[in-house]
């Protein structure tokens, strides 16, 4: 009965989102664990094609760029997406740099000996690192697991405990309340508690996603550990918790 649900509502999803309709919510029902929830939103995600991916990505990006938490941050994080299935950050970066913002992106690297694990079995951890140049960032090499372009060295932005003023969160989905579902590393869940540790602050939180990644609010789990967003943005659509 579960599988025939999610055939229903992929078939749904690649009509609504092939049709280009940004408002519309996919609509999972009975998700059992965030693992189903994952792969289902992931194949709705396929069904956009890159005209799509291309519009809604540059509309986030503008969206993001009125927003007074941007305006306001000086120290932001911005995430480097996949190659494909995902919002694109480009032009959230280059903007950033135009507006005079240091820019710090993640780098995943293994756990030294006196780093503190977060969660049980941790062995790699975020460290977000400033780039200095829109022109750098293009020349980021590929790396890791999923392949995403991270520089490997840099100053790190909890070196001076100051910390970052915005962080700009990916994810698989995301609800109008602000709720998120990550790749499944928990790795900005133990980067935000290590923010707090070092620097005594939360950075303001904003996720970035595709229309085929707004979910319904009651669908998505949630755990004690799932930090809540400031704020969400889809398409020309901004979310508030």
């Known amino acids: 009965m579960l599988l025939n649900n999610i055939q229903t509502e992929l078939t749904f999803a690649c009509r609504t989102f092939g049709r280009?309709?940004?408002?519309?919510?996919?609509?999972?029902r009975a998700m059992s664990s965030k693992e189903t929830l994952r792969k289902t939103i992931s194949k709705a995600v396929k069904c956009l094609d890159n005209v799509t991916l291309k519009t809604q990505s540059d509309a986030v990006a503008?969206?993001?760029?009125?927003?007074?938490?941007?305006?306001?941050?000086?120290?932001?994080?911005?995430?480097?997406?996949?190659d494909s299935g995902e919002l694109k950050t480009d032009l959230m970066i280059s903007h950033a740099f135009n507006d005079g913002k240091r820019v710090f992106l993640p780098n995943i690297t293994s756990l030294?000996?006196?780093?503190?694990k977060y969660f049980p079995n941790q062995k790699r951890h975020l460290r977000?690192?400033?780039?200095?140049?829109?022109?750098?960032?293009?020349?980021?090499?590929?790396?890791?697991?999923?392949?995403?372009?991270?520089?490997?060295?840099?100053?790190?932005?909890?070196?001076?405990?100051?910390?970052?003023?915005?962080?700009?969160?990916?994810?698989?989905?995301?609800?109008s309340a602000c709720h998120r579902i990550g790749h499944g590393g928990a790795f900005y869940d133990s980067y935000i508690q290590e923010h707090r540790a070092i620097a005594g602050?939360?950075?303001?939180?904003?996720g970035v996603g595709l229309s085929a990644q707004l979910v319904d609010n009651d669908v998505l789990p949630i755990e004690?550990?799932?930090?809540?967003?400031?704020?969400?943005?889809?398409?020309?659509?901004?979310?508030c918790k």
Do not use: W
């Not at 280009?20 to 999972?28: D, R, Y």
């Not at 941007?70 to 995430?79: D, T, V």
């Not at 602050?201 to 904003?206: A, Q, R």
């Open 112 to 116: 030294g000996p006196h780093d503190r």
């Open 62 to 82: 503008h969206k993001l760029r009125q927003l007074d938490a941007y305006k306001q941050a000086k120290r932001i994080a911005i995430y480097m997406n996949m």
């Open 128 to 175: 977000m690192l400033e780039v200095s140049s829109h022109n750098d960032v293009l020349n980021l090499l590929p790396r890791g697991k999923y392949k995403l372009k991270e520089p490997i060295d840099g100053y790190d932005c909890l070196s001076d405990r100051e910390g970052l003023d915005l962080i700009i969160v990916p994810g698989v989905g995301f609800t």
């Open 20 to 28: 280009h309709n940004p408002s519309s919510l996919v609509k999972f």
């Open 201 to 206: 602050n939360v950075p303001f939180l904003i």
């Open 224 to 239: 004690d550990h799932d930090y809540i967003l400031d704020q969400v943005i889809i398409g020309n659509d901004v979310y």
